[in-house]
């Protein structure tokens, strides 16, 4: 039966089918079954076209496929978007609207939704998504579209069952089918490529019917809810995979079948045989408590499979494993997967195949169906584990992550979702289960601290699986779920889940460990940092931010006590590993240290946020010791590191420096380490504190009275820094609030004042550089309302400045005076500068400031800046101020400075001061009391008796005892006689005050402490071996010890420095002994900024007001008049070793001034010199020197420096660059500009600009006229023309060719051809490419041109008639004339021969001669249009200047004057004479002349202007411009006439008449007027041209006025070229004038007008005429040419006759304002020549023209579209608009570069390649730039980045 069926036709076999299906007997569905299985029958191919058609045609019952497809749509209910996309595509995400910070829209609903003022971007999908408009759980329903706004299923009707009947009949089928396929098709890949070609081979097989069931989903919810109940039904799956069809006795199927089990056998997340080799997993019951086994000698439970072999080297030892418990709640997570649906299998074949990209979207476009959704979510969860080990296995993992990303953000960003299959399914466990299992296939044996005992396991970096982020998935679905509350709920109150998490946390603690290289350079720099700090962050510090978030309030504080309690276990276990007592390994650091900073950031918050008691949540003494260790280790290493002393190590050692402190990382690492630390300083006892702190950092040693030390650690040139370094750390630590009261605004507000104060910043590096909160709902979102009204309030807005050769700047932000004058913390700098260069910058900067405001002219020292108050809970920080052995070193530090000891440098006191003044603004309560008791005693001969500052600071030191080499000075001193027995009963009495003996001391307490406490069996004896330094032991031989005597206070000491630091005895005196009033009258925070000598000043004035003591001993020591005595001096040596820091300040100082003085050298050099972009400056370099007009130009060789005239033997040349161009080709009539077309509507034509208008021309002249008569009477070049500019900067031919050969030899990788005449100028550096010849100019000629002349017009022309006749000579053959024909060659070469070669037959000598008057042409009107397009302006302005006109009008006229022009053809017999017209009848082989009235005036000037055989002079000149414009008039009057009606022409030709009698009338437009329509009416010319002429000036009535200025308009640009061409051939200058006076300027400039006459302002432009012979008779011998000949082309009459000279300046095309209308257009837009989408979409913003960049598909003879079409468009210069990335690039011949971007955001800043995706808009200022850098072709010599293309773009 089903064969017979199989043979019907499918339509009416489906409706048979669908009306027996009807039924109730049931006969119908088994029919359909049959035929079902012949179509779907296994042994035919998956989806050949056929089975397809019969799956449509069955589904449709009868109808047609796309009808069935309408059909269905009608009863779409879903009310969401859900379009699915993948990587590349455009989408948007409004942070206003979106509730989950992964919500996206696709541009149709963006679009069609209310977005404006909302804080969106547009983003390129990297792993592909889906629309989310419609879905109120992931964003708000304000930001729904239209479609989706109002969209409910309520008044959607419901599916008719009939219509639905057939699709449910036979898709269990379809999808079996495709099941079956995945089945066979699939074979475990290995290393063997061809499997994973076969997978390959069955997905292409199968995409025919995944598209079918793809298209199905896209027909809307009706048929999604069908597919739902197919994919989700447990018995339709158990009949169809379970039943016979698969265990029956078809072989196929059993075979299937089988296939099918192999495959789930790998599909746990442990296989068997894993589980027996290494017991990672011990027990499989599966589990949901991890513990990490305690790795001490006593733990008996690990078995031998536990110590396995690495790499071949002993075993690892006792490594941590992970232990699953038997608390069971879901063995799911471990074992093989069962499968009950037909979703859970197509999502297991999905998984094995990697995640087919038409898999992955047909599973995804199934989402908006909710039960499916729920249903797929449950799915995912369970094959989760299965999901990742396919993972980890797989060559193609990016693309994998990408694709599984996809799904899972879909699913899990919807918090009821993810909270329900968290609660059913275990989502929780599985993840961190899965997680763990991960991080364990790369587990290695720590190294650190003691490598021997250490049972540590952590993460190796180096494995691919961290090093390519393989991890990236899981983690990223991991911190999804957390954000929500729900989840991170359930999370933290799970304790045997916060086990494993610290657990896996711990795998990171301690990673990458650096070892410090001392002897040889580290052979291989491993970059693994990159992966551990990646590492980090995403997989521990993201998480603990999500965390973070719901710990905000007092209700959940327990949460925060759970977590606190298992990093400390976590903490101890760690400590215990790696065998950690109370010392750090020498020359040993990690930066990762994740569990000290979950323990920090959990600490801040409770305080913060949940008033928790800080004391409840620190553990004992010994323990916060330990904790100390490492955090304090890693800041004395980022000393060492900044000291060079990691230098062997490689760069990557200063990479992590850098990235610890980097802004994406300082808030996850740098400060919760420094918090840390804060924790424990505040909690410690503070003089076991500091002294670690200087331990830590070296520099024991150092702190000794002693002018000589011996220091066992450190070199002596890494002393000053780590002494700096330690120093600025104790200061960082007591001023740094960030965890320690400052709230969230004042945080933000310090970062940004941080970050504007090293530097002006953009929007977005601002944006970038403040750390922001990680976690994405932290509420600071960047670019939120929050950011920008704190910006606004420190920051100024710089708007860019755009100067035509600067560089493109940016909009900036930069900080307000207030922000400079009460908020720049050099602190704040100094922690977040990533390169310690930032840190001058923003003394630099603040320097200035202070400089402009007056407030302080010297070089400022760091401001001091008072702290907020600390929260209660950390007050005991400040007790670091008040203890002895801080102030020990500050006497110390204080008596070295004052005393000129070696490497103390000025940081050092600043930090001193530093550190002194903190404690004078925090202290202690019971002052009162303490001066009370130590008063009496502040004479008393030991170190300090109280702890608090401001007593100790008047406390005066007698003697000290120190240790220091026998060949010290201080040794030899002997004591004063006086004192001699004092000093031995000091010495007896042992009262003497020891360096450092108390600090000795207290950390031998502690160590007592810490045995006591920790009762295990470390004797107590084991007193820290290095605490020796502290106590100097007297084991070596050369020292000794000595008694300094002192006899200093801090505060005398400090009254010393002042009298030091400004160079004057006795500099200091206390005001108050002058005015008896109060201390209180100066306020000391008013002296903030200064150096030195303002904060000693500030200190006192300070220590007085706190106490009365303090104020009497400043009293005292400044009333002893007696200057202070320094040691003497052993040798010179010394002397000079102490004067080093000056010397250095001193020669900073020259070297600033030296720097200062060559930048404004260089830049007044600049101005004068290289001035070439703006040509209205009036300061530029003349060619020649112009003051002696007697003598010869004398020119300067700017390669060998020699001065002196150009000759014919040694000719000197300017350097210059010849460039094609079609700029003015691109010109058009009118004045607006085109627009960029944006829609299919818009188009651009390029039939109206003038270079296609001159094409037309020279056709049409060509069709009718002879040939070389055609090539004299038209200029060529407005396409592809030679343009020739220079810098002015000469230099002698011979010098050129040998610098040229010194370019060749040079190995340097240059950005221009050398082989090609490429070369800069060896002055200004400009791009040129030939040098011009300067022609030797004799100062006789001159003398004899005078503006007026008694001649007559007759005489003249007779006088160039003659000179004409004369024969073209040839010149003699010298150098110069040799380098003449090589530039001409030069010229020729620059332009392609198809703008060369206009004439019929090519390399004619009319094409030579054309293309040479066309250059002075091009290079003339070129000028014009730089000067405005126009003369008014006058003068000569920068461009004028810098011209090389005349000595190319030298080059061309010598190569002109070699053509002679038959006296038959000469036009000027026929401008200024009557002669016999031929009838052109006559000879028809022969094509006739052009008529006069047809050729271009200006070409015609040229010709006889340049082929004058000899000088010209200026009477001759001003003859051949009068009677061309006699010709030209005739013209602009013939054109006038064809502008006429009828009637108009008819009641000219009357008037003119009537006035022929008058006299003058040949100077009288209308006569000229009448005569000219009657003459051109004998020739019915008019009758052709009244077929809808346009009129030049509308359709009103034509006046005399009008008639005239029609006339001058068509004049003027006549005028305009022959007045420059005047004013470079005889140097005079132009006059200026208004707009309307332009044509009189110019008329009486030329000659053509009488002085007398220009005044008037009525004067008529007939007045210029001067007629040689009879007017009306000249004209009528013109008009007769053109009637004569129109018969043969009466058609183009019109056209050649109608001229319109003016053409508006060139332009580029008219951008709209915002980017976005642009992109929108032209993204998706296909290629016109492939009909692909281009990859790389680009826009010619010259022509509009759309082509593809670096496009394979349009490529021409290896040629790509960009640089084919910059040739036929701009001659080899192209401007190209990138839609992808919103820049422009510039091709200019075989180079190219990236000039910036025109489209600007809100906040002046590009965005290049849309990375940012904000709303940008046209920057007009910026477009004005690169539009005059077009026009005046000068992106050659602005911008400097050049490369070469090879053609590829």
């Not at 919807?414 to 296939?441: D, F, G, H, K």
């Not at 215990?576 to 900073?597: G, K, S």
């Not at 006086?978 to 031998?1004: G, I, P, W």
């Not at 009244?1586 to 008639?1603: A, E, F, K, R």
């Amino acid at each position: 039966m089903a064969a017979s069926l199989l043979g019907r036709d499918k339509r009416s076999t489906a409706a048979s089918l669908k009306a027996e299906c009807s039924r109730q007997d049931g006969r119908g569905v088994q029919l359909l079954g049959e035929l079902l299985d012949s179509v779907l029958s296994p042994e035919r191919a998956v989806a050949e076209a056929e089975v397809i058609e019969w799956c449509k045609s069955l589904m449709a019952g009868g109808e047609s496929f796309d009808d069935f497809c309408k059909m269905v749509r009608g009863y779409d209910n879903a009310t969401l978007c859900g379009l699915v996309w993948t990587a590349n595509f455009v989408a948007y995400r409004c942070r206003t609207c979106g509730i989950s910070p992964c919500m996206s829209l696709c541009a149709e609903c963006f679009n069609a939704g209310e977005h404006t003022g909302h804080d969106f971007n547009m983003f390129r999908s990297q792993a592909g998504g889906a629309c989310d408009c419609g879905d109120s759980n992931v964003m708000r329903e304000s930001g729904f579209c239209k479609r989706h706004r109002f969209a409910t299923s309520s008044n959607i009707p419901s599916v008719p069952n009939e219509l639905m009947m057939m699709p449910e009949h036979i898709l269990p089928r379809v999808i079996l089918h495709l099941i079956q396929h995945l089945r066979d098709g699939y074979n475990e890949p290995d290393s063997d490529p061809a499997t994973e070609r076969d997978l390959q081979k069955t997905l292409q097989q199968m995409e025919p019917l995944i598209s079918l069931l793809e298209d199905l989903t896209k027909m809307g919810g009706a048929m999604r809810s069908i597919l739902t109940r197919v994919l989700t039904n447990h018995q339709i799956y158990k009949d169809l995979c379970s039943g016979d069809l698969c265990t029956g006795e078809k072989a196929y199927t059993k075979k299937n079948y089988e296939k099918y089990l192999t495959a789930l056998k790998g599909s746990g997340l442990v296989s068997s045989e894993e589980r027996s080799v290494t017991s990672v997993l011990d027990q499989m019951a599966g589990a949901s408590n991890v513990t990490i086994l305690g790795a001490t000698a006593g733990t008996g439970q690990m078995d031998s499979s536990d110590e396995e072999e690495q790499d071949g080297s002993q075993g690892v030892g006792k490594r941590k494993r992970v232990k699953l418990s038997n608390s069971t709640k879901d063995s799911s997570i471990m074992d093989i997967l069962k499968h009950k649906c037909f979703l859970e299998e197509l999502l297991f074949w999905t998984v094995k195949y990697e995640f087919p990209q038409k898999m992955v979207t047909f599973l995804l476009n199934m989402l908006p169906d909710q039960s499916y959704k729920i249903a797929f979510t449950k799915t995912f969860v369970q094959h989760y584990a299965f999901i990742m080990k396919t993972l980890i296995k797989s060559h193609e993992s990016d693309t994998m992550s990408n694709r599984i990303v996809h799904i899972s953000v879909q699913l899990f960003s919807n918090e009821e979702l993810a909270r329900q299959v968290t609660e059913e399914c275990q989502l929780l466990e599985i993840m961190v289960t899965v997680l763990l299992y991960m991080m364990e296939s790369c587990l290695i044996k720590s190294e650190l601290q003691d490598e021997e005992n250490n049972f540590h396991v952590v993460v190796n970096c180096g494995e691919p699986l961290l090093k390519n982020n393989t991890y990236w998935p899981l983690v990223s679905d991991f911190i999804n779920i957390l954000s929500h509350q729900s989840v991170a709920k359930r999370f933290l109150e799970d304790q045997g889940l916060l086990q494993m998490w610290m657990n896996f946390v711990s795998f990171f603690q301690g990673m990458n460990l650096n070892k410090r290289e001392l002897n040889e350079h580290v052979e291989f720099e491993s970059q693994t940092y990159y992966a551990a700090f990646a590492a980090e962050l995403e997989a521990c510090a993201q998480p603990m931010w999500g965390l973070l978030t719901h710990c905000k309030i007092r209700e959940t504080q327990e949460y925060t006590r759970t977590v606190v309690r298992y990093c400390l276990d976590a903490l101890q276990d760690w400590f215990d590993a790696i065998n950690f007592v109370d010392e750090p390994a020498p020359n040993q650091v990690t930066f990762h240290l994740p569990l000290h900073r979950y323990y920090a950031m959990f600490l801040s918050k409770a305080i913060r946020c949940q008033q928790l008691d800080l004391d409840s949540l620190l553990p004992d003494q010994e323990m916060l010791m330990k904790m100390m260790v490492h955090p304090l280790q890693i800041q004395a290493s980022l000393s060492e590191i900044h000291s060079n002393m990691w230098v062997r190590n490689g760069l990557q050692i200063k990479g992590q420096a850098m990235t610890y402190v980097q802004s994406h990382f300082c808030n996850s690492m740098i400060d919760p380490d420094i918090f840390l630390l804060q924790i424990c300083a505040s909690r410690l006892d503070p003089d076991y504190f500091v002294s670690s702190v200087f331990e830590r950092f070296k520099v024991v040693d150092l702190l000794t009275m002693a002018s000589q030390h011996q220091n066992a650690a450190l070199d002596t040139e890494h002393e000053r820094s780590m002494l700096e370094g330690a120093l600025t750390f104790l200061v960082i630590l007591l001023s740094l609030r960030i965890h320690l009261g400052m709230s969230d605004d004042e945080i933000l507000r310090a970062e940004m004042v941080a970050q504007l104060c090293m530097s002006d910043r953009t929007h977005s590096t601002l944006l970038d550089l403040i750390p922001e909160n990680p976690n994405p709902k932290s509420g600071i979102i960047p670019g939120s309302y929050y950011f920008e009204t704190m910006l606004s309030a420190v920051a100024d807005f710089k708007a860019p400045v755009f100067e035509p050769g600067g560089s493109m700047q940016q909009g900036m932000y930069t900080p307000k005076a207030d922000v400079w004058n009460q908020e720049f913390d050099p602190i704040m700098v100094i922690l977040r500068t990533v390169y310690r260069r930032d840190v001058q910058s923003a003394m630099d900067r603040y320097m200035g400031f202070l400089k402009q405001t007056g407030k302080f002219s010297g070089t400022p020292w760091p401001p001091y800046r008072e702290r907020a108050p600390l929260n209660p809970s950390y007050k005991g920080l400040m007790r670091i101020l008040h203890c002895k052995t801080l102030h020990i070193v500050l006497f110390t530090l204080l008596y070295k400075i004052s005393m000129d000891h070696q490497n103390m440098s000025e940081h050092v006191l600043c930090m001193v001061l530093n550190l002194i003044e903190l404690g004078l603004d925090n202290l202690p309560e019971e002052t009162a009391e303490e001066e009370e008791m130590f008063g009496e005693e502040r004479c008393s001969d030991s170190w300090f008796h109280g702890t608090n500052i401001a007593t100790n600071l008047h406390h005066i030191i007698n003697y000290v005892r120190v240790r220091l080499p026998e060949t010290a000075p201080e040794v030899t001193r002997e004591a004063p006689a006086s004192t001699s027995s004092d000093t031995s009963s000091f010495m007896q009495n042992s009262n003497t005050a020891q360096v450092f003996s108390l600090v000795a001391e207290r950390r031998r307490k502690f160590q007592e402490i810490i045995n006591r406490n920790s009762g295990s069996a470390i004797q107590t004896a084991a007193v820290r071996p290095k605490t020796s330094k502290w106590t100097a032991p007297n084991s070596t031989p050369q020292f000794t010890t000595t008694i300094l005597e002192i006899r200093e206070s801090m505060l005398s000491l400090l009254i010393k420095l002042h009298h030091k630091l400004s160079g004057k005895q006795n500099s200091y005196y206390p005001f108050w002994l002058e005015d008896s009033e109060s201390t209180s009258r100066l306020d000391p925070m008013q002296q903030i900024h200064g150096d030195g000598i303002t904060a000693i000043e500030r200190i006192l004035l300070k220590t007085a007001a706190r106490s009365r003591q303090n104020k009497c001993s400043i009293e005292e020591i400044c009333r002893k008049v007696a200057p202070p005595v320094p040691p003497k001096k052993s040798n010179s040596a010394d002397k000079k070793a102490l004067d080093k820091e000056e010397r250095r300040q001193k020669a900073r100082e020259r070297q600033q001034k030296l720097l200062a003085e060559f930048a404004s050298r260089q830049k007044s050099f600049m101005e004068t010199a290289m001035d070439f972009e703006s040509p209205d400056s009036d300061v530029a370099m003349d060619v020649g020197s112009t003051e002696q007009p007697d003598s010869e130009t004398v020119y300067d060789c700017v390669i060998c420096g020699q001065s002196g005239p150009s000759t014919e033997e040694r000719p000197t040349g300017l350097v210059v660059l010849l460039q094609a161009s079609s700029v003015l080709g691109h010109r058009r009539r009118s004045t607006e500009p085109k627009k960029l077309p944006t829609s299919d509507e818009e188009q651009i034509y390029p039939e109206d600009t003038c270079g296609t208008a001159h094409d037309v021309r020279i056709t049409d002249l060509q069709q009718y006229f002879k040939d070389s008569s055609c090539l004299q009477s038209v200029s060529i070049g407005w396409e592809g023309g030679v343009y020739v500019q220079t810098c002015g900067h000469t230099l002698h031919i011979d010098c050129h060719k040998s610098y040229m050969e010194s370019l060749r030899n040079d190995q340097m990788l240059q950005s221009f051809s050398v082989d090609k005449g490429e070369f800069t100028c060896p002055l200004c550096r400009q791009f040129a490419n030939s040098v011009l010849p300067c022609h030797p100019e004799k100062s006789e000629e001159k003398s004899i041109w005078s503006p007026y002349n008694s001649k007559s017009l007759l005489t003249l022309i007779k006088e160039v008639e003659e000179q004409q006749e004369q024969l073209g000579m040839f010149p003699p053959i010298t150098n110069l004339s040799k380098e003449m024909e090589s530039v001409m060659k030069d010229i020729r070469s620059a332009t392609q021969k198809k703008y060369i070669d206009y004439g019929k037959t090519p390399g004619s000598p009319d094409n030579d001669f054309l293309f040479m008057y066309s250059v002075a042409r091009l290079n003339l009107e070129l000028e014009l249009v730089h000067r405005g397009g126009n003369l008014c302006l006058g003068g000569a302005s920068a461009t004028t200047k810098r011209s090389c006109l005349n000595q190319l009008l030298h080059v061309l006229a010598m190569h002109m004057r070699l053509f002679r022009i038959d006296s038959a053809y000469n036009p000027w017999t026929r401008l200024t004479q009557l002669t016999q017209v031929t009838d052109y009848g006559i000879c028809d082989d022969e094509k006739p002349e052009v008529p006069l009235l047809y050729r271009d005036v200006s070409s015609l000037l040229l010709i006889l202007v340049l082929t004058m055989p000899q000088e010209l002079h200026k009477e001759h000149f001003t003859c051949i411009v009068k009677v061309l414009y006699n010709l030209l008039y005739t013209q602009a009057v013939a054109t006038l006439s064809f502008r006429f009606s009828e009637e108009e022409r008819a009641a000219w030709k009357n008037s003119g008449k009537l006035k022929q009698t008058m006299c003058n009338s040949d100077k009288s437009w209308e006569v000229l007027l009448s005569h000219i329509i009657c003459e051109l009416s004998k020739g019915r010319l008019y009758s052709a041209s009244n077929t809808g002429q346009v009129s030049m000036l509308g359709t009103n009535i034509w006046s005399p006025q009008s008639i005239e200025y029609s006339i001058q308009q068509f004049c003027l640009p006549f005028l305009r070229i022959t007045s420059l061409l005047q004013h470079h051939l005889f140097g005079d200058d132009l006059p200026s004038c208004q707009r309307t006076e332009e044509f009189g300027m110019l008329a009486s400039y030329l000659g053509l007008l009488l002085p007398c006459l220009q005044s008037n302002d009525e004067f008529c432009i007939s007045a210029c005429l001067d007629w040689p012979i009879a007017a009306l008779d000249l004209i009528s011998q013109w008009c007769l040419e053109v009637t004569t000949s129109a018969e043969s082309h009466s058609e183009q009459v019109t056209n050649l006759l109608v001229q319109d000279p003016q053409w508006s300046l060139p332009c580029l095309l008219q951008l709209p304002e915002n980017y976005n209308t642009i992109f929108q257009y032209y993204h998706r837009k296909a290629c016109v020549h492939c009909s692909k989408v281009p990859k790389d979409p680009a826009l010619c913003l010259v022509c509009g023209t759309f082509v593809c960049l670096k496009g394979q598909c349009c490529k021409q003879q290896s040629y790509c579209e960009c640089v084919l079409h910059s040739q036929n468009c701009g001659a080899g210069t192209g401007i190209f608009l990138l839609i992808n990335a919103s820049v422009i690039i510039i091709i200019r011949g075989q180079r190219f570069c990236l000039w910036g971007s025109v489209y600007l955001d809100t906040h002046g800043e590009e965005d290049r390649d849309l990375r940012r995706g904000k709303p940008l808009y046209l920057c007009s200022e910026r477009y004005k730039v690169l539009e005059q850098q077009w026009v005046t072709h000068t992106f050659d010599h602005i911008n400097k980045r050049w490369g070469p293309h090879y053609n590829g773009l």
